[in-house]
């Protein structure tokens, strides 16, 4: 009953220090999602392209996910459950493992506040489900008797969830043959699971037409040797000291001579890390799961130690250096936890909604690419949900051709063939730089075809650019359609249903627009975006994210610009734009107002407090057609390191009837 207990409160803990990272799912879930998707729609394993091609690394997760789809599930958010209940799983292993009474207790709770734990069982990727299998196998292995068994099919199905899972299962085989003698004495689950996994194989290959899936090619084959992934490592194990130390202090000493085995999990993943030159997700996705199935391990094949006051401390102490650790580990990556999670921010992040890195970019393509458009980008997981773009992945995981080019070195070469020379060629072109302001360098006479017709910029300093063969038309109703359809495949995402319903106003459906925002504000409390509506349907695109402030109105940042829907004369002549800005700065903040389309009126104004302008004012009111306003900010003065906003928003007469 203990155990059981002390599972209660380490979950608990473990559902607190993750809700910051909740709302923030990792885009490559897309990438796994828009498989199942095809699948349980096509019946075949493919990419939203039609090709087929091993664009994942993750089997299992994708099988689970397909099952979700099938039940009609919310694939986004049901990710974040699943991978939420594999790290309580780990939780309730290591609860079984390590000794009743205080010192085990703090042990399970320092992996509980462990940083990486709580990232990867919010983030909906199978990395949580990947260290449940892992560990699980390794137990099993160490325990010997009735339960080795069970370890080869429980590394079997770690090998279909990550690919370095193979080296693990190849280990737990090693390891249970030099403990049972002849490999003809195997137990039947053993034999299972090894049947199992090569019938997987068989049919993967005979599927995929290939051995190697593009994710091996991209990630192994592609990637030269560099010191890189050895200093994540070295980050990597600084964050888990603190964790390792509280769990050892629950033991006593070696029970037998396999102590050292205890170690094998972290050093195969470590091997990975420093073999894939780093991993860019970072927070330690590629060792976390080695090193939960480690101290699992050490569980097993070390005695358990008699509880002392000295023991217990230093399992406090363990348990506080995995919370001060993490940052030292991680810092050089400039991430964090926002700790703490208080009681309001916890409530906040379960009921504000999902939200993916790139869905600016994604409205950006869902306005602009022409139906049946191709578009090659990095980044294949929620644009790749475009049900009508041709989706180019110029990483090489979801395109085969790509793959083989980088896994021989050619990648650079292939690219520019492909932007350059190749017939049609690319319609759209999207490249990304996440870490610094300014495009990437591209090489000289690379954009031959192609011209710069859209940024976004993003508050960290990064940006997507956005390359096109032809000028870049806004088209409301096929937004609309885009946008509407993948707020119903994923409407878990807040941001994908306000789009929506931003498209729908646009598209002249104001009526229907207005139902789904007051619908996901309703469902979203925390959002205040939502909440706005339909006022916040003006707007229907801007060059960097928009976040809303009650009572002030949209955000906008140093040069950033936002654009309304096409306004009728009536509306011209009955708007008026509402503008203030933030206390930061001694000047009075400088804003643009341009009426573009039936005439074409640009006026500039001080904004030293609230100010409002009349549409009227600006001389186009008697002017037939539709319009639209564009409002930019020009000038920005940080005072004391705090950025100053220009806040906007128009009130309109217009009402959903009048529509």
Known sequence: MERVARWGLAALVLAWVAAPAWPEIVDDVYISAAYAHEWVSSGRLRWTTGEVVEGYSNFLMVAAMAVMVLLDLDVGLWSQVLAMACGMGVLALLSALLPRGAGGTVGLLAVAAWAPLAWWSA???????????????????????????????????????????????????????????????????????????????????????????????????????????????????????????????????????????????????????????????????????????????????????????????????????????????????NLDLRLPPTGSRVRAAYTQGLYTPVADDVVFAAWHLAEGASLMAVDAGILGNLHDVRFIDMRGLTHRPAAEAIAQGQGDAWFFDQVSQAQPGPDWLRVARWDAPGAPELPEGLLTRHALVGSLAYPSGGGTWWYSQTPARADAALAATRLRALSLRFPSQPHLAREAAVALAAAGRLEEGTEIARAAARRWPQQALLAAAPESLFFVGGSAPRTWQEGRGFGLFWNAELWSRPLTAPE????????????????????????????????????????????????????????????????????NGADRNLYVWVDTPTTVEDR
């Open 123 to 333: 983030q909906g990727m199978e990395t949580s489900l990947y260290a449940l299998l892992l560990s699980l196998a390794w137990v099993a292995a160490l325990r010997g008797g009735a339960a080795a068994g069970w370890a080869v099919p429980m590394a079997a199905l770690a090998s279909t969830t990550r690919p370095e899972g193979a080296a693990h299962l190849l280990a737990v085989l090693l390891l249970g043959l030099r403990a049972g003698g002849s490999p003809w004495a195997l137990p039947a689950p053993t034999v299972a699971g090894l049947l199992g996994l090569l019938g997987y194989h068989v049919l993967r290959v005979q599927h995929f037409g290939e051995l190697w899936p593009t994710s091996a090619l991209v990630k192994v084959a592609g990637v030269p040797w560099s010191g890189h992934g050895l200093a994540q490592l070295g980050g990597d194990l600084v964050a888990v000291a603190g964790p390792a130390l509280a769990v050892a202090a629950t033991r006593s000493g070696p029970r037998d001579r396999r102590a050292w085995l205890a170690l094998a999990p972290l050093a195969l993943q470590a091997l990975v890390l420093v073999r894939a030159s780093g991993d860019w997700m970072t927070w330690g996705r590629l060792t976390m799961p080695g090193a939960l199935a480690s101290l699992a391990s050490l569980a097993v094949v070390l005695s358990p130690a008699r509880g002392t006051p000295g023991r217990l401390a230093l399992g406090t102490a363990g348990a506080l250096a995995g919370l001060l650790l993490v940052p030292a580990g991680y810092g050089r990556f």
């Open 572 to 639: 011209r002549a009955q708007a008026v734009v509402h503008l203030d800005q933030d206390a930061a700065g001694t000047a009075p903040a400088r804003a643009r107002l341009s009426l573009l389309g039936a005439c074409e009126v640009t006026a500039e104004l001080d904004v030293a407090g609230p100010t409002t302008v009349a549409l009227a004012d600006l001389g186009c009111a008697d002017e037939e057609g539709p319009g639209e306003l564009r409002v930019a900010f020009l000038n920005d003065e940080a005072v």
